[in-house]
């Protein structure tokens, strides 16, 4: 295979570097969701009569951050792809596209979304919240007579 002109050289490039900020955004959205879910943790642990409502909420942001991580793995995915059509010089792709629309591969948004890896760390860190909510005693409730 000859090597590639400086247009294809170019192009690759800003596939690359597309590729790097999305595993950036991933990364991230990892660690917010980690940091989060353990502080509410942490708060349920040290109030041992927290309302249990206090650890559901922060199954919301588990799952949203779940969601959008399987986003931008999935467009890393579509880019990968992409990056793969512009070295193998597809001719569907125009010089300097970054439309992903006309390669295949990378998947579902769904399939991305379950991952091993994925499914892994929010799989894990939903029964940790599950377990939480099971051990965690009732508050009490309080019953005001006027």
């Not at 991230?28 to 943790?41: D, R």
């Not at 708060?43 to 309302?51: I, L, P, S």
């Not at 650890?55 to 942001?61: D, H």
């Not at 990378?106 to 940790?128: D, E, I, Q």
Request: charged content about 15%.
């Amino acid at each position: 295979m000859s090597t590639p002109d400086k247009d294809t050289l170019e192009h690759m490039k800003m596939i690359q570097g597309v590729i790097t900020r999305l595993a950036g955004n991933s990364f991230t959205l990892k660690n917010w969701c980690i940091t989060l879910v353990v502080a509410v943790m942490g708060f349920a642990a040290k109030e041992r009569n927290v309302d249990e409502r206090l650890v559901l909420v922060a199954f919301v942001p588990a799952l949203i951050f779940w969601g959008l991580d399987g986003y931008y793995l999935w467009q890393e995915r579509r880019f990968r792809a992409l990056f793969d059509a512009v070295r193998a010089r597809t001719p569907a792709i125009d010089p300097y596209s970054m439309n992903t629309k006309p390669v295949t591969g990378g998947g579902s948004w769904l399939g991305a979304t379950f991952s091993k890896t994925l499914l892994f760390l929010y799989g894990t860190l939903l029964v940790a919240l599950v377990v939480v909510v099971l051990v965690v005693e009732p508050a009490a409730t309080v019953s005001v007579t006027p």
